[in-house]
């Protein structure tokens, strides 16, 4: 069935199934816009807002953020934000990592909530279901829809306004997927990639510390286990395509978003009801909250089809991911590098994938065409003295930036010294890109190269271990004007080599420890400590 805008909206469900008032008030409110001609699927209207003043005090800022610390668990960071203007508190709620997937920083992205110029709220990918959760909450205040789904390039209604092609998440233009090869040898327990894509007929351009991001196809083979248990078929019509091309292109099938278990919950009765209606509250009734994507959630409830179109309309849009660059323009004309990690992993006896890391390791073809952009780095840049020393920390995939800043340098002859620590697991197996650095040693590119070995040793070592060895000449080129660049996982690692440095200004820099943490401190707003972390 074509659900028209004059449909029932209780045609979409079983006439058997027992609904209260507010049961049937809450499914006329949820399907309403998507069912509307001219509106966005799921979209919500929005209060016009009100007169606005002056209130640049109420504004979010890094500047006064003490909760801007993507280690710091959610709820500290609400605690540190109570009693804030609607700003900062929106912007504790995200996951502190500006790393631009929702096309802002996290400051930015929470003023422009506040000022209702942006109504979406689930554009913070690293923040995930807490983060939709905590912004819904806050949303009263600001009079925005509570979850108004993003748009998704393409969207024929409520168009945003008009991007530079290629330029941002809302206007990708289309790239030439190159090729991919295996960085790990044989016997790494790991899966890293390096991926290049074409793109000499984008008139796409970047510079070094600026993210690629692409927008991927979700995996057909789960694609289809979903439609099976649906009982639909691949041909059902939904927003004008088959419903097997939505669910590829359009929705995200993980993790399972609270409008589907509320779904459910009005399409179930009894037990069945009250477990759904507790995990649509983020409660997590048996223990397995945390692994439930959509499929499981379908198997998880296997008595209640729900319609395709009022399933589709209770998922989330599949939202682009970001990639930090490892290339040079300079040294690699019409080219962008990334530098991938496959995510695959077990629950259960189901094997799960990374939605956009297998597609780049495994799912695309060579000559395949994909919807990229370039995101512009927030605060990730070379120095603009190229005489300036480099320090760059980027263990694992967190390497993929520091390549492209090596590769930047060689090419414009900088003279400045660099410094890279690295690390993984182990020294014969994961070793990225090791004839490429020594090259750069060679050449006097690369003026040290301090590596770390996990899994190499009795003891884990690890870069902050490194940094805290070579402490005495790290020092010396901090007193000189060094710029320190971390890259790598935001939650241990970036905490951890923080930590390190602090240890090392105070050891060798003769200070006291609140005395090293201010250094550190002066040195971020000078632009000399930048971080790309996810």
Known sequence: MTIQPTTPIFALIPESAPFSPEQRQWLSGFFSAALAPGTVPGAVPVAAPADVTDAS??????????????????????????????????????????????????????????????ERLNLCVPGGKDTLRMLKGLAAEIGAAPAAPALMPGSAAGEPTPAAPGRSREAPVEATFLSRRRLNAEGSEKETFHVEFDLSQTALDYVVGDAFGLIPVNDLGLVDQIIAMLGASHVTEVRGRTLRQVLAEEVSLSPAPDSLFELISFLSGGAQRNKARALATGEDPDGDAATLDVLAVLQKFAGIRPHPEAFVEALEPLQPRLYSISSSIKANPGRVSLTVDAVRYVVGKRRRLGVASTFLASRVEPGAKVRVYVQRAHAFALPADPSRPVIMVGPGTGVAPFRAFLQDRWADRAPGPNWLFYGHQRQATDFFYADELEAMKRAGVLTRLSLAWSRDGDRKIYVQDRIRETGAELWRWLDSGAHVYVCGDAKRMAKDVEAALVEVIAAHGGHTTDAAIAYLREMKKASRYQTDVY
């Not at 500290?76 to 502190?96: K, S």
């Not at 096309?103 to 209702?116: F, H, K, Q, V």
């Open 57 to 118: 005090a109420d504004l979010a800022s890094n500047d006064t953020a003490p909760w801007h610390d993507p280690a710091m668990p959610l709820a500290d960071r609400m605690t540190l934000a109570e009693g804030r203007p609607i700003a900062p508190r929106l912007m504790a709620a995200m996951a502190q990592q500006d790393c631009g997937q929702c096309g802002y920083t996290c400051a930015d992205y929470a003023n422009a909530l506040a000022g209702r110029s942006e």
